[in-house]
T-cell receptor
Framework: NAGVTQTPKFQVLKTGQSMTLQCAQDMNHEYMSWYRQDPGMGLRLIHYSVGAGITDQGEVPNGYNVSRSTTEDFPLRLLSAAPSQTSVYFC???????????????FGAGSRLTVL | ELKVEQNPLFLSMQEGKNYTIYCNYSTTSDRLYWYRQDPGKSLESLFVLLSNGAVKQEGRLMASLDTKARLSTLHITAAVHDLSATYFCAVNFMEYGNKLVFGAGTILRVKS
């Protein structure tokens, strides 16, 4: 059981380049989300999805796009990378979006992105 | 505004000592989570607290929730080096579309 798989683990980009961070889960979770982690700021929600075909913005969505064509996959796209997007990105999933049960998030291993 | 404040943000303690990490939040919540993150690693779930007065314990860690005070505590008993990590609380704000907000994290260093 792989859980939540993120790729790549490390990436260096130049300003203006685009890239996609991949996230896949094999737990049949309805809810998937992307967070960025910056020192002293905890985790901030970028985008989330409560099911295939449904996405919504979180706290810091600017500069990022997402799509959810399948239950398993939730890629995060950086359209035109900026140095302010240098961060560690985590994908997380849970069984549902929060209306029932404990809904503990399962996190991927993280992707460290540096934008020069 | 939805706020989750943790304190202290950094805690250096000797092995064998007790200490408490506090998590305050700004408005009504239906559940609160504690996560642990080891350096360079992902986050793993420690506790989920679902109701007022809830107490959960695992080894040397005990978490509690007081919804009236909007406060959760993570108590460390007789700290050991293996507890060194960053601890996050995360609060689910049900009246705001189930928005989950993380605290800034508490970096815990247990010295031998």
């Amino acid at each position: 059981n792989a859980g939540v798989t993120q790729t790549p683990k490390f990436q260096v980009l130049k300003t203006g380049q685009s890239m996609t961070l991949q996230c896949a889960q094999d737990m049949n979770h309805e809810y998937m989300s992307w967070y960025r982690q910056d020192p002293g700021m905890g985790l901030r929600l970028i985008h989330y999805s409560v099911g295939a075909g449904i996405t919504d913005q979180g706290e810091v969505p600017n500069g990022y796009n997402v799509s959810r064509s399948t239950t398993e996959d939730f890629p995060l796209r950086l359209l035109s990378a900026a140095p302010s997007q240098t961060s560690v990105y985590f994908c997380a999933s849970s069984l549902t979006g929060g209306l029932s049960g404990a809904n503990v998030l399962t996190f991927g291993a993280g992707s460290r992105l540096t934008v020069l | 505004e939805l706020k989750v404040e943790q304190n202290p943000l950094f805690l250096s303690m000797q092995e064998g000592k007790n200490y408490t990490i506090y998590c305050n939040y700004s408005t009504t919540s239906d559940r609160l989570y504690w996560y642990r993150q080891d350096p360079g690693k992902s986050l793993e779930s420690l506790f989920v607290l679902l109701s007022n007065g809830a107490v959960k314990q695992e080894g040397r860690l005990m978490a509690s929730l007081d919804t009236k005070a909007r406060l959760s505590t993570l108590h460390i008993t007789a700290a050991v080096h293996d507890l060194s990590a960053t601890y996050f609380c995360a609060v689910n704000f049900m009246e705001y579309g189930n928005k989950l907000v993380f605290g800034a994290g508490t970096i815990l260093r247990v010295k031998s």
